[in-house]
Each structure stands twice: as structure tokens, then as C-alpha cells.
T-cell receptor, first 112, second 116 residues
């Protein structure tokens, strides 16, 4: 069983729709949860960072963590064509020095 | 403030050739990382460094070497390039203090490498 599972998509939705992106994980040691956005031919950039279960909101973006279910989500409200990108979830335990464990990424397409 | 800078952006190598991918950061981050990203496979950690003079292997280190002589620079060396090393390579950095985690990675724009 892989540590982090993420549906690669593509996920295509019309402009203005609410988008839901999800990841599941198996490692109970993960404490830190992140979402990175990656545009084509660019490096990933940090979008949301959360610690512990609950919700965190930043503008049109909401990150949700459910540690009991080992499930995290990213919601995008009022989606825009500029949101078209690959979204990677990432997780860390905080105890090791070797960085994060990434999902494979979901390719999101917002249709104008 | 340039962030994380990687050179070159593109490179084609012949099998058996060697090359160095350059990475430099100007954020005074202590941690630096090299990842490779293959289509549909996510990011895999090659090597990482927790500070100047200290490096360690990640998940997929075979065929690569690194050095960290300064805080700013973390070059990745490919010896005897093989087609399996065709990938996009990303350098990243972060600042971590003590045992706490602050695993917010800042990535460079990547190097697309083809080995033919």
C-alpha cells in the first residue's frame, strides 16, 4: 500500500464551479499537510499548509484535514481558468530530515 | 530575491556522459533537496542536505552524487548517464530550526533532462 494516494485525473470542471481535490494516506505519523500547485513546466509552489485536523481557509481555497480518516482535501471556490494546474498533496512527520512525501498530483482543468 | 535558481533548464545527454545540475538559493535556508519528477509518478527524493558539509541519500540515490560546500549551493552530479535518468529534476530548499518541522519547501523551476 502506497503511503499517499491521489487521483491523477484529469479533472475538468466549468469556470465558477467548486472543486474538490483529495488525498488519502496510511502513515499515522504524518502531522503536517500541504498542498502545492504546479503550473506546466514550472516548479511546485506552496499553496496551503495545515497542522492537525480541521479546516484552514485562504481566500478561495480551503484545506481540510481529517486525521481519524487519514484523508485531506483542498476545496477551490469560484474556480478560474488560472487555477488550471496540477495540485500535489504533501505530508510530513516532522521527525525526519528527509523532506516530505508527495502524492502523484491531480491535473485540474477549468473550462472557460 | 531570486529564491531557488536551477541551471540549465534543458539538457540532452548521450548515454555514458556526465553532467552537473546546478542549484543555488539566496534565502539562507539550511535544508536543501533534490527531487526527480517522472510523468504520473510524483516527486521522488534523490538526496538532501541539512547544512553545509552534510548530505544524505533519499529514496532514489543510485547514479547520482551531491556535495554541499556552502549554504547557498547544492549541485547534483550525474555520472555515466542512463536512459532511466530521463526526468525533470527539481531542487528545493527550506528552513528548519531544531527538531521542529517547518517543511515548507521552495522549489526551483526545474531542469528537463533527456538521456538518449
Amino acid at each position: 500500500q502506497k503511503e499517499v494516494e491521489q487521483d491523477p485525473g484529469p479533472l475538468s470542471v466549468p469556470e465558477g464551479a467548486i472543486v474538490s481535490l483529495n488525498c488519502t494516506y496510511s502513515n499515522s505519523a504524518f502531522q503536517y499537510f500541504m498542498w502545492y500547485r504546479q503550473y506546466s513546466r514550472k516548479g511546485p509552489e506552496l499553496l496551503m499548509y495545515t497542522y492537525s485536523s480541521g479546516n484552514k481557509e485562504d481566500g478561495r481555497f480551503t484545506a481540510q484535514v481529517d486525521k481519524s480518516s487519514k484523508y485531506i482535501s483542498l476545496f477551490i471556490r469560484d474556480s478560474q481558468p488560472s487555477d488550471s494546474a496540477t495540485y500535489l498533496c504533501a505530508m510530513g512527520s516532522g521527525g525526519g530530515a528527509d523532506g516530505l512525501t508527495f502524492g502523484k498530483g491531480t491535473h485540474l482543468i477549468i473550462q472557460p | 530575491n531570486a529564491g531557488v535558481t536551477q541551471t540549465p533548464k534543458f539538457r540532452i545527454l548521450k548515454i555514458g556522459q556526465s553532467m552537473t545540475l546546478q542549484c543555488t538559493q539566496d534565502m539562507n535556508h539550511n535544508y536543501m533537496y533534490w527531487y526527480r519528477q517522472d510523468p504520473g509518478m510524483g516527486l521522488k527524493l534523490i538526496y538532501y542536505s541539512v547544512g553545509a558539509g552534510i548530505t544524505d541519500k533519499g529514496e532514489v540515490p543510485n547514479g547520482y552524487n551531491v556535495s554541499r560546500s556552502t549554504t547557498e549551493d547544492f549541485p547534483l552530479r550525474l555520472e555515466l548517464a542512463a536512459p532511466s535518468q530521463t526526468s525533470v529534476y527539481f531542487c528545493a530548499s527550506s528552513y528548519r530550526q531544531g527538531s521542529g518541522a517547518n517543511e515548507k519547501l521552495f522549489f526551483g523551476s526545474g531542469t528537463q533532462l533527456s538521456v538518449l
